[in-house]
């Protein structure tokens, strides 16, 4: 069985600038998460999708974060414009459904210079 | 405020010695706690998941134990090896928590030869 493919792995950019990650989960999850992970902390939870409507997005800095996930499958995590703090590795996990055991991709590492 | 605490934050030990990895929480009310292994640069890889209703699970060397009431777990690592060295997160599901997992600072281990 696949599992949670993430794309791009490693990205760089200069503050102010956009980005946008790609999170495909494992087919039939229908519960897909956006984690962010700085440097020595535990990763926190940004938004949580059931099929492609949200559960919870209430630690996602709306005024520059956004995320999608289209026909209940990919998800997309943008970030627009880019501050020093983002920084950080974004995890996306899935599970079959709100309590069930998550699994986690490798995560993308942004930079933001 | 729902929060996971683990201590210590790194641990070195020699080859082949038994350790202790610990993990509290603030809210006895939690449907599940799961352990995670984090390598550098990787994404997370479950470990253990124990259910609310469960005391303790075990897979190979590893066994965590639960005690709800006094909000804590322990990871025990047998027999400790080289390639057991990572980064050792602790997360919860809070009941009334929207299902998301809480997680710990973690515990950075290196097993030296």
């Known amino acids: 069985e696949a599992g949670v493919a993430q794309s791009p792995r490693y990205k760089i950019i200069e503050k102010r600038q956009s980005v946008a990650f790609w999170c495909n989960p494992i087919?039939?999850?229908?519960?897909l998460y956006w984690y962010q992970q700085i440097l020595g902390q535990g990763p926190k939870l940004l938004i949580q999708?059931?099929?492609?409507?949200?559960?919870?997005d209430s630690q996602l800095p709306k005024d520059r974060f956004s995320a999608e996930r289209l026909k209940g499958v990919d998800s997309t995590l943008k970030i627009q414009p880019a501050k020093l703090e983002d920084s950080a590795v974004y995890l996306c996990?899935?599970?079959?459904?709100?309590?069930?055991?998550?699994?986690f991709g490798p995560g993308t590492r942004l930079t933001v210079l | 405020k729902q929060e996971v605490t683990q201590i210590p934050a790194a641990l070195s030990v020699p080859e082949g010695e038994n350790l202790v990895l610990n993990c509290s929480f603030t809210?006895?009310?939690?449907?599940?706690l799961q352990w995670f292994r984090q390598d550098p640069g990787k994404g997370l890889t479950s470990l253990l998941l124990?259910?609310?209703?469960?005391r303790e699970q075990t897979s190979g060397r590893l066994n965590a134990s639960l005690d709800k009431s006094s909000g804590r777990s322990t990871l025990y690592i047998a027999a400790s090896q080289p390639g057991d060295s990572a980064t050792y997160l602790c997360?919860?599901?809070?009941?009334?928590?929207?299902?998301?997992?809480?997680f710990g600072t973690g515990t950075q281990l290196k097993v030296e030869l």
């Open positions: 124990i259910q609310s209703s469960q």
């Open positions: 996990a899935s599970s079959l459904g709100g309590i069930y055991e998550q699994f």
């Open positions: 087919s039939g999850h229908a519960t």
């Open positions: 997360a919860v599901t809070f009941t009334g928590g929207g299902n998301k997992l809480t």
């Open positions: 999708f059931q099929n492609n409507g949200v559960v919870d």
């Open positions: 809210d006895s009310a939690i449907y599940n």
